[in-house]
């Protein structure tokens, strides 16, 4: 599975950015996605992450009701839009697929099996 994020880049705090992350490589439907970051001096840590059919949604509590993970599996696409954006979210975003109980409502945080190489973001000023 290769997945390519894409959509980083300076914004100014309070500001929107949309990222994606395309697939291919593999059925990219039937599989949870998630968006993770890692800022400067810190280590990775979750974002978001969504269920195959996008009934199932979760997120870290720094970002809820700012951010929102959706995906289109007809275009083996997942998106994350950030509203709000603060200094604090500066990070290298990095999106993952989760390869195991496909079509299940299971959205983990933790063990994604395939990575994207990442899209940076810096909220400044």
């Known amino acids: 599975v290769q997945l390519q994020a894409s959509g980083g880049g300076l914004v100014q705090p309070g500001g929107s950015l949309i990222l994606s992350c395309a697939a291919s490589?593999?059925?990219?439907?039937?599989?949870?996605m998630g968006w993770f970051r890692r800022a400067p001096g810190k280590e990775r840590e979750f974002v978001a992450g969504?269920?195959?059919?996008?009934?199932?949604?979760l997120y870290v509590d720094s970002v809820k009701g700012r951010f929102t993970i959706s995906r289109d599996n007809a275009k083996n696409t997942v998106y994350l839009q950030m509203n709000s954006l603060k200094p604090e979210d500066t990070a290298v975003y990095y999106c993952?697929?989760?390869?195991?109980?496909?079509?299940?409502?299971?959205?983990?945080?933790?063990?994604?099996?395939?990575w994207g190489q990442g899209t940076e973001l810096t909220v400044s000023s």
């Open positions: 993952a697929i989760y390869i195991r109980f496909p079509y299940s409502d299971y959205v983990p945080i933790v063990g994604y099996d395939y």
């Open positions: 969504i269920n195959w059919s996008g009934g199932k949604l």
């Open positions: 490589g593999r059925t990219f439907s039937g599989y949870a």
